[in-house]
Nanobody
């Protein structure tokens, strides 16, 4: 079993920055990829960024390219999302995601709220 715990959300003004963290615990050795999704009120959950640990390939939503950066600390078993130049449309619940590629199971955190004021 895998547990994902997000932190780092909060209220920030437009143009500001936040860093989200996702700490993974449990059977983490097969987790790949890992990433972040978000869901705004009344909207579907959408991909923000993913990271493949082998080779470090990343994938970003067009709306966040150049502003957000995903990274992973394998020692701390933590995935980060550095968010810069935040916009009101970035307001959403942000969810950490991980896939166990051996068991073919997707895991989700409970989410952390990011609110960007104009």
């Amino acid at each position: 079993q895998v547990q994902l715990v997000e932190s780092g959300g909060g209220l920030v003004q437009a143009g500001g920055s936040l860093r989200l963290s996702c700490a993974a615990s449990g059977s983490i050795f097969s987790l790949n990829p890992m990433g972040w999704y978000r869901q705004a009120p009344g909207q579907q959950r959408e991909l923000v960024a993913t990271l493949i640990t082998n080779g470090g390939n990343t994938n970003y939503a067009d709306s966040v390219k150049g502003r957000f950066t995903i990274s992973r600390d394998n020692v701390k078993n933590t995935v980060y999302l550095e968010m810069n130049n935040l916009k009101p449309e970035d307001t959403a619940d942000y969810y950490c995601y991980a896939r166990d590629f051996r068991r073919r199971i997707n895991y989700w955190g409970k989410g952390t709220l990011v609110t960007v004021s104009s």
